[in-house]
C-alpha cells in the first residue's frame, strides 16, 4: 500500500489504491478527480467543522456561537488546486475545471459532510446528484435509492 505524494513540494499524501480509485472514477473530469482528493486527503470533521475555504466572512456579524470554524488547511488546499491544474495540463483529454468550478467543488464537499453524510454518500456510481447523471432512470429514483441506503461507500 505506497503513498503517492501529490506534488513535491506538499506534505500531502494519498495510498495508491485511492489515486487508482480517483482516476478511474472520475471520467476525465478535474472536478470529479478533485471531489475524490478531498475525501482522501480531508477528513468529514475536517470538512464539516472548517469554514470553507474561508471566502464568505458572515459568522462575525452573525454572532454565530459554537466552535470557530476555521478554514480548510491552505497547505492541503492549495496542493490540491495545483495537482488538478498540473494534472489536466500534461493530460490535455482531462476537463480543466476553472477557479470558481474548483471552490465550487471544496464547498459542495463542506456542505455534504456538514449534512452528517460522508463526503463520498453522494457519489452515486461515480455520478453527483447535482451534475445530472449520465444514465437512463428519474433522478429521483436515484436520489431515494442513495438517501435510503445510507451505507456510504
Excluded at 453524510?117 to 451534475?131: C, D, I, K, P, Q
Aim: net charge positive; charged share 25%; hydrophobic share 25%.
Amino acid at each position: 500500500q505506497g503513498s503517492k505524494q501529490l506534488l513535491n513540494n506538499y506534505p500531502v499524501y494519498i495510498t495508491s489504491k485511492q489515486w487508482d480509485e480517483a482516476v478511474n472514477s472520475s471520467k476525465k473530469d478535474g472536478r470529479r478527480l478533485l471531489r475524490y482528493l478531498i475525501r482522501f486527503v480531508f477528513t468529514t470533521d475536517e470538512l464539516k467543522y472548517s469554514c470553507g475555504l474561508g471566502k464568505r466572512k458572515r459568522s462575525v456579524q452573525s454572532g454565530e456561537t459554537g466552535p470557530e470554524r476555521r478554514p480548510l488547511d491552505p497547505v492541503k488546499v492549495t496542493c490540491l488546486r495545483e495537482f488538478i491544474r498540473m494534472h489536466c495540463t500534461s493530460n490535455p483529454d482531462w476537463w480543466m475545471p476553472s477557479e470558481e468550478q474548483i471552490n465550487k467543488v471544496f464547498s459542495d464537499a463542506v456542505g455534504h459532510a456538514r449534512q452528517g453524510r460522508a463526503v463520498g454518500t453522494f457519489l452515486h456510481n461515480g455520478n453527483s446528484y447535482y451534475e445530472g447523471t449520465d444514465h437512463p432512470g428519474s433522478q429521483d429514483e436515484v436520489f431515494n435509492r442513495g438517501i435510503q441506503d445510507g451505507s456510504g461507500d
